[in-house]
């Protein structure tokens, strides 16, 4: 198993930025996906910002422009810069990895732990 450690979240102004880092405690063999999802209160989880393998990158119509996803394979880790936050941004924000580990046969889908951004004045 894999675990996902999601961090960087906070209370942040409205306008403010924020950089959410989430670190692999394994290595992968090879990843068909990497992103960021969402939950606010009484809301269904929302894919933010996405990255497949070939590098490319889908954002939510919502923070496209304002937000950025990259990894740092050195590190084994993947950022979500988040910039021109909005109250509306307030969410616990998940950590999703859909990728094969070294010395298994298959892909699996992992999630972090979620960590709290709190967008208000």
């Known amino acids: 198993q894999v675990q996902l450690v999601e961090s960087g979240g906070g209370l942040v102004q409205p306008g403010g930025s924020l950089r959410l880092s989430c670190a692999a405690s394994?290595?992968?063999?090879?990843?068909?996906?990497m992103g960021w999802y969402r939950q606010a209160p009484g809301k269904q989880r929302e894919l933010v910002a996405g990255l497949i393998s070939s590098g490319v990158t889908n954002y939510a119509d919502s923070v496209k422009g304002r937000f950025t996803i990259s990894r740092d394979n050195a590190k084994n880790t993947l950022y979500l810069q988040m910039n021109s936050l909005k109250p509306e941004d307030t969410a616990v924000y998940y950590c999703?990895?859909?990728?094969?580990?070294?010395?298994?046969?298959?892909?699996?889908?992992?999630w972090g732990q979620g960590t709290q951004v709190t967008v208000s004045s």
């Open positions: 999703h990895v859909n990728g094969r580990l070294y010395f298994s046969s298959v892909s699996s889908v992992y």
């Open positions: 394994k290595r992968f063999f090879s990843i068909n996906l």
